[in-house]
T-cell receptor, first 111, second 111 residues
Framework: GESVGLHLPTLSVQEGDNSIINCAYS??????FIWYKQESGKGPQFIID?????DKRQGQRVTVLLNKTVKHLSLQIAATQPGDSAVYFC??????????FGRGTSLIVHP | SAVISQKPSRDICQRGTSLTIQCQVD?????MFWYRQQPGQSLTLIAT?????????ESGFVIDKFPISRPNLTFSTLTVSNMSPEDSSIYLC????????FGPGTRLTVT
């Protein structure tokens, strides 16, 4: 069936490195994508979003890239900090206001 | 932004009993959602609860098992009925106010 999923369940990086978290989606009708960060014991928190008419969007230290040709989404975190350690979820919207969440990637930042 | 609180934050319950989870939002919101997040897994939408109407349940979730109340625009409850160990999970309340905001979750363990 159609789904949103992540390539790597766990990503370990050194503090100061750049992190790249990947996400594959299979529904070409998806038109809106969101990245969430979930810290231990907390609910997911919105990080950044991107619409299907864009291929790149930048925020503070984060960049989301969208490749519609291969149905791939990535989240890049620059100069990763220990406070970035969390589980990151991508989510897709298919013309509705309720996102479908992917599996999640655990980012571990080593000092 | 919306600030969401949930009660209880965690509970340990015996099988066959029921637990009601409360969700309080600091502003009036139309759209409220309840999610389940099983250990190490992603978020699964249980139902959408809009004030003044019956909750809309996703496939695999039924009102008899997860009754929901939405008495006003700032409050909702989710009851997990006749619990079994398979109901052990984190239950998250969420609202849509521009972007989607999540509560901290209620960690339920059923023994």
């Amino acid at each position: 069936g159609e789904s949103v999923g992540l390539h790597l369940p766990t990503l370990s990086v050194q503090e100061g490195d750049n992190s790249i978290i990947n996400c594959a989606y299979s529904n070409s009708a998806s038109d809106y994508f969101i990245w969430y960060k979930q810290e231990s014991g907390k609910g997911p928190q919105f990080i950044i979003d991107i619409r299907s008419n864009m291929d790149k969007r930048q925020g503070q230290r984060v960049t989301v890239l969208l490749n519609k040709t291969v149905k791939h989404l990535s989240l890049q975190i620059a100069a990763t900090q220990p406070g970035d350690s969390a589980v990151y979820f991508c989510a897709e919207n298919r013309g509705s206001y309720i996102p479908t969440f992917g599996r999640g990637t655990s980012l571990i930042v080593h000092p | 932004s919306a600030v969401i609180s949930q009660k209880p934050s965690r509970d340990i319950c015996q099988r066959g009993t029921s637990l009601t989870i409360q969700c309080q939002v600091d502003s009036q919101v139309t759209m409220m959602f309840w999610y389940r997040q099983q250990p190490g897994q992603s978020l699964t939408l249980i139902a959408t609860a809009n004030q003044g109407s019956e909750a809309t349940y996703e496939s695999g979730f039924v009102i008899d098992k997860f009754p929901i109340s939405r008495p006003n625009l700032t409050f909702s409850t989710l009851t997990v009925s006749n619990m079994s160990p398979e109901d052990s999970s984190i239950y998250l309340c969420s609202v849509l106010e521009g972007e989607q905001y999540f509560g901290p979750g209620t960690r339920l363990t059923v023994t």
